[in-house]
């Protein structure tokens, strides 16, 4: 009786785990960075190395 429960008790207990991380926000003292050159950062970038996913084979 009591194993019927436990599937749901843990849905719950997951889905409000990710509606609480979801809410958290930018710290008081955190600031951006002023003098940030985007440019260097633009253009083509390489991959070195990957990590094969099962979802992504034969892609």
Known sequence: ???R???PVLIGAGIAFLLYSCG???PKKATAVQNFDKSKYLGKWYEIAQLDFKSE???
């Open 1 to 3: 009786m009591k194993n």
């Open 5 to 7: 429960y436990i599937a």
């Open 24 to 26: 958290s926000t930018i």
């Open 57 to 59: 084979k034969g892609v």
